[in-house]
């Protein structure tokens, strides 16, 4: 691959491989469609010459507000062969929230994919002066009749085909004055601790990660694989694993909708697989349960499969090769248990990567154990999503990994991890204040906590801004705390409190479908988080978690919510992080009642 910026990146892949496909939208009943390169560079160029027409030009700023598919990035590209700078919004993203991106980046376009999103931001749209357009499917053409902002993607496309042929492949000759230090994305944080930061991507940082991150964590990925395509794009780890495939000329796939995932999956059988942990606990989760349904016999197989699939794990780790004999039993039991499981993915994936929050020890060693090899990555969307990464001949699950080769990494005096490399961003849109203390004397500091194991892994041990400091004067990181509570069929979300408390307590959510199957489906959510039985086998977890804590860290007291916690309703990000200010805010008399009684010893802890 010889181009030098994201747009160069498209008209290559059309150059050396026009028939071949480059994307495949997939909805249930219907025929799989696929578009190849040279389809999708003319639908590109006509959008950009349409677009041209609207005013947008080098620099300006286009954004996106949709769920992934082949038009988001018909509508990116659009704007980038224009050398304009994409700004991808949150899907469940409110209006509100959409428009603050939108007027923060002075963004002059947005395609807007669904009703729903549309109708949350026409409101918006007197306060946007510099949105000239908006751009829908043809599916809400209604929407477009009769108004001056809104038109429908098919007929600018339309439009810009009916323009010169010249003019169009003038536009892609453009992209080679591209420079590739220029900001190509904006790409928004999700506003855990504070209002949401447009980070200045360039085409040099993320075209450095995406060359990088295949290699690393195995053979460079070729027209052959396929990558199904249905975290948020507007998170950085989603973004970056389609931009590496497209890179390397590999097949991107897009489900119609985030709940037609696993079906696509069945259909496209994806080679490599993207997962946060969240999503890849709830995959483990729905096979335990299966498992517990099953009849004893196949219970007993199923342990003893694992139990043989994490000895293996225990040789890689160590840097050993399985013995003969437990290679052996390691074949029969992929026979018997591990190919079903992988069948629920296709069959085909080599390996999973996993990124944008924690990867617990035991969920990573589970799926290796069963041969879907998990390699978590840790970046920031700072960082362009790369700075460590675990791989095969370098795996240790519990840490994030070593370095992935693209910089230095070394921990502050106050345990802070610091970054630099040519993948750090090159500051936040229109805040030089906050650019001025995110990166100094030429190092990034990325607000985690983190140390070195004695062999070279990273261990991130806590966000600074989210260190509970208790009134005895303990500072506590609530993240490792939390991932061993969440280890529960009960548990869906938990938050550790104690920020000037004397003690720690936690605020439980719950796997309502696995609360229901337990406990009565016929229970309201509130019987359920009340119910005594329940309650009781939490504490009991949460009694065994704290064995394992020092005494300061160990949690007295619980509540269990009957609420949901998700980004509508306010409590977690667009990437699912808590947002630990408004659950405070909004539980704050459950709080209070927890330490207004005397603390119940759920456990001694360790020291």
Known sequence: MKARTL????????????GRTAFGHFEPGKPLVTFTWAEIRDRVLSLAAALEDLGLAKGDRGSVFAYNSPCWYVTDFAIQVLGGVSVPIYMNNTGEQAAYVLADSGAKVVYVDSKE???????????????????????????????????????????????????????????????????????????TTGEPKGVRLSHANVLVTVETVSGVVGEKWTPEDRVVSYLPLAHIAQR????????????????????????????????????VPRVL????????????????????????????????????????????????????????????????????????????APLARDLGRFFYAVGLPTFEVFGLTETTALVTVNRPGKLRYGTVGATAGLGEIKIAEDGEILFRGPNV?????????????????????????????????LKVTGRKKELLKTSGGKYVAPLPIEASLV????????????????????????????????????????????????????????????????????????????DTWTPETGELTPTMKLKRRVIVEKYREKIERMYSAPAVETGQGSG
């Open 487 to 562: 280890r529960h069929p009960l548990v869906d979300q938990v938050m550790v409190v104690g920020d000037n408390w004397h003690y720690l307590t936690a605020l439980f959510t719950m796997n309502l479908e696995e609360a229901r199957r337990r406990h009565g489906a016929d229970r309201t959510n509130v019987a359920l988080a009340d119910l005594p039985e329940l309650r009781s086998e939490l504490a009991r977890h949460v009694e065994k978690v704290n064995q394992t804590l020092a005494r300061y860290e160990t949690v007295k007291r619980f509540d269990v919510l009957p």
């Open 281 to 356: 606990e709830k995959v483990r989760a729905g096979i335990e349960n299966k498992v517990a349904l099953a009849p004893a016999r196949r219970q007993r197989i199923f342990r003893w499969a694992v139990g043989v699939g994490l000895a293996v794990t225990d040789c890689v780790e160590a840097g050993r090769t399985p013995g003969l004999w437990l290679a052996f039993k390691n074949r029969i039991a992929d026979r018997l248990v591990f190919r079903k499981i992988r069948a629920a993915l296709g069959g085909e994936v080599r390996y999973i990567l996993a990124g944008g």
């Open 117 to 191: 999103r549309l109708e949350a931001l026409l409101p918006e749209l007197p306060r946007l002066p510099a949105l000239v357009r908006v751009l829908v499917p043809e599916s809400l053409a209604g929407f477009a009749a009769g108004s001056g902002r809104v038109e429908t993607l098919a007929a600018l496309e339309a439009r810009g085909r009916a323009s010169d042929a010249a003019r169009r492949e003038k536009i892609a000759a453009g992209v080679a004055s591209i420079d590739p230090d220029s900001t190509v994305t904006l790409s928004y944080t999700s506003g």
């Open 425 to 457: 961003f090159a500051g936040y849109w229109n805040k030089e204040q906050a650019t001025a203390e995110a990166i100094r004397d030429g190092w990034f500091y990325t607000g985690d906590l983190g140390e070195f194991t004695p062999d070279g892994f």
């Open 7 to 18: 747009p160069g990146v498209l008209l290559e892949q059309a150059r050396e491989m026009p």
């Open 240 to 275: 970056m694993m389609d931009l590496a495939a497209l890179y390397h000329g590999a097949q991107l796939y897009f489900p119609g909708e985030i709940k037609q995932v696993l079906d696509c999956v069945q259909a496209v059988r994806p080679t490599v697989f993207m997962g």
